[in-house]
């Protein structure tokens, strides 16, 4: 398959579609593919998480999320598979959830997070994108 510039995800209209999306909103944004991979996250984003894209690269949606070192609002460990983004991958759902994460320069911030499966023709999942926003007090 080719490659269509979007990380290592294969050619995938909704892909392309949502990170033309992303990339064009100043709403944090990431997207990982059907495979779990993290392929790309926006400018604001960036900003948010304190790391470009380009200097952190393709990672699985499970190096991500231990990057992050996800918790609840309580401070209960959250698996990755309870994670807005990891409801929407497995149940192929969408998920919203409050939750406090380590942005990749160290801060430790409260975030909201809601993210939704993108599918294609005939019910075919193509990845994951997740918006997400610092929580007001």
């Known amino acids: 398959m080719t490659n269509d510039g979007i990380g290592t995800?294969?050619?995938s209209l909704p892909l392309i579609l949502a990170r033309e999306l992303a990339a064009n909103l100043a709403t944090p944004m990431f997207l990982l593919d059907a495979t779990g991979m993290l392929v790309f996250y926006n400018d604001a984003a960036e900003l948010m998480l304190g790391r470009t894209y380009a200097e952190l690269?393709?990672?699985t949606a499970d190096?991500?999320?231990a990057m992050l070192q996800l918790t609840d609002v309580d401070g209960t460990p959250l698996r990755r598979?309870?994670?807005p983004a990891g409801i929407a991958f497995i149940n192929r759902e969408p998920a919203h959830r409050r939750l406090v994460a380590t942005t990749l320069d160290g801060r430790r911030e409260t975030f909201e997070c809601t993210s939704y499966p993108l599918f294609g023709k005939e019910d075919q999942m193509h990845g994951v994108l997740a918006v997400f926003w610092k929580?007001?007090?």
């Open 57 to 59: 690269g393709a990672v």
């Open 135 to 137: 929580a007001k007090s």
């Open 9 to 11: 995800a294969p050619r």
């Open 81 to 83: 598979r309870d994670s």
């Open 63 to 65: 190096e991500f999320g």
